[in-house]
């Protein structure tokens, strides 16, 4: 998934770029928030745990609609792996 994200977020900077050039700042800036939200949310995350290395979450929510089981797996103190399962 990552390499679908850097090509991605290239595109979106080259993009950036040419409406910069024909001085279409708006839509420049839409983009340039686009690309940092994009690094908002693929940046890792540290899990601060000074006993365990690796650990395991799991959390379970519900609303109305549907249930959401919700699993993180965490190696040498850094998310290694997620999985979201929706259930209606």
Known sequence: MNGKIDKIKKELE???????????????????DKIQAIDNITQKQKVSNAV???IDVIGIA???VRSM????????????????????
Not at 18 to 31: D, N, P
Not at 72 to 88: G, M, P, T, V
């Open 14 to 32: 080259e993009e950036m770029k040419i409406c910069a050039m024909r001085q279409e700042y708006e839509e420049a800036g839409i983009l340039r």
């Open 62 to 64: 519900k609303n109305e």
């Open 52 to 54: 365990e290395n690796n």
């Open 69 to 88: 089981f919700r699993s993180i797996f965490c190696k040498r103190k850094q998310n290694d792996r997620k999985r979201a399962l929706f259930l209606e």
